[in-house]
């Protein structure tokens, strides 16, 4: 990932390592490689959590939580990259608003539904609700990653003949 941030950036390691490191919180120290790992290793725990939630999609609730986790460990992971404060900033800038309070609002619903009223049903609609909230800010999610967007754009073309 690393060599693709570099080669995003023009192959200038001081200038991938700005794309990191730039506006990141004061309080964080970690080195850019740390922060690398620390990304990987959340984002691969979150879909992680996602899959194995698929074995539970008979049992709504359980799917619910391990599903919920994933995702908000899957978009927690880019607070590596940019730090926390940057990141709720962004999420939270007027562009990004709507759909981040939509998703927010999903995810809590969702977890209410499962952990406290107890019901099937509802926990269903509102993990679908989630999904939906998911796909629609993951569209706003890419733009934290330099490129990213960009680089999706260009496969959904290739291989969907469509555009994100």
Not at 64 to 81: E, M, P, Q, R
Not at 97 to 104: D, F, G, S
Not at 146 to 151: I, T
């Amino acid at each position: 990932m690393w060599k693709l941030i570099q080669s995003a950036s023009g192959g200038n390691e001081e200038q991938g390592e700005s794309l990191l490191v730039e506006e990141s919180d004061d309080f964080c120290s970690l080195s850019t490689e740390k922060r690398l790992y620390g990304f990987t290793a959340c984002l691969i725990a979150g879909l992680i959590c996602m899959l194995l939630s698929m074995a539970f999609f008979v049992k709504p609730i359980k799917f619910a939580v391990l599903f919920t986790f994933g995702n908000l460990l899957a978009i927690g992971s880019t607070a590596f990259l940019i730090g926390p404060v940057r990141q709720i900033s962004m999420m939270f800038d007027p562009v990004r608003i709507v759909a981040t309070a939509v998703y927010l609002g999903c995810v809590v619903i969702a977890l209410i539904f499962a952990l406290v009223i107890r019901s099937k049903i509802l926990t269903i609609i509102a993990i679908v609700c989630e999904i939906c909230a998911l796909i629609w800010c993951h569209r706003y999610s890419l733009s934290y990653i330099p490129f990213a967007r960009r680089m999706v754009s260009e496969l959904m073309v290739r291989l969907c003949d469509t555009e994100l």
